[in-house]
């Protein structure tokens, strides 16, 4: 059973670019997670999907970040314009609704705005 | 609000115990969790306990809870150098939400 992939897994962009990040959960799993890791941190929940339904977007700074998962599959993470203070790891998680409890982690997207 | 703290860094020789501590604040936490964090990986669930237990074991992981000081604690029995990494510690909290500790770094001393 392939993981949950994310891409890409680094990007460097300069400050007031755009920037996406990519993330296939495991098949199957309805709930999808971005988390965001700072550095010597524990990842911050940005938004929690069920399905193809955000339920939980209270922490996603919405003047600049946005997300989507149409189909409620996989999902794309966007920040426009990004500023220094959004280097970050990027992750990507999923759960399914017989696993509740545990969420499985991609390996996330280092981002580095210079 | 809700936080999760844990010491930062850990450092033990190969074959002894390791114990990582962690305390919460939400006294409503459903599940606590302990999530390990490999360089350059993302988190991989080690164990979780329900909030009405008081321990759990799991080969060489035991997780102790005591729910009226909000203390959590991991103890990997015979650490092995493959057992370096970061160890986090979460909370289930009373409205759904996952928060996250910021991480005990693990060394293990060959």
């Known amino acids: 059973e392939a993981g949950v992939v994310q891409s890409p897994r680094y990007k460097i962009i300069e400050k007031k670019q755009p920037v996406a990040f990519w993330c296939n959960p495991i098949?199957?799993?309805?709930?999808l997670y971005w988390y965001r890791q700072n550095l010597g941190q524990g990842p911050e929940l940005l938004i929690r999907?069920?399905?193809?339904?955000?339920?939980?977007d209270s922490q996603l700074p919405k003047d600049r970040f946005s997300a989507e998962r149409l189909k409620g599959v996989d999902s794309t993470l966007k920040i426009q314009p990004a500023e220094l203070g959004d280097s970050a790891v990027y992750l990507c998680?999923?759960?399914?609704?017989?696993?509740?409890?545990?969420?499985?982690f991609g390996p996330g997207t280092r981002l580095t705005v210079l | 609000g809700e936080d999760v703290e844990q010491s930062l860094f850990l450092s033990v020789r190969e074959g002894d115990s390791s114990v990582i501590n962690c305390t919460y604040t939400?006294?409503?936490?459903?599940?606590l969790y302990w999530y390990k964090q490999e360089p350059g990986a993302g988190l991989q669930l080690l164990t979780y306990?329900?909030?009405?237990?008081d321990m759990k074991q799991d080969q060489r992981l035991t997780v102790l809870l005591n729910k009226k000081d909000k203390h959590l604690s991991l103890r990997i029995a015979d650490t092995q150098t493959g057992d370096s990494a970061i160890y986090f510690c979460?909370?289930?909290?009373?409205?759904?939400?996952?928060?996250f500790g910021p991480g005990t770094s693990l060394s293990v001393i060959p």
């Open positions: 998680a999923s759960s399914h609704p017989d696993s509740y409890n545990e969420q499985f």
């Open positions: 098949s199957g799993h309805n709930t």
């Open positions: 999907y069920e399905n193809e339904e955000a339920v939980d």
């Open positions: 939400d006294s409503s936490s459903t599940y």
């Open positions: 306990i329900f909030s009405n237990m």
């Open positions: 979460a909370e289930r909290t009373s409205y759904d939400k996952v928060i």
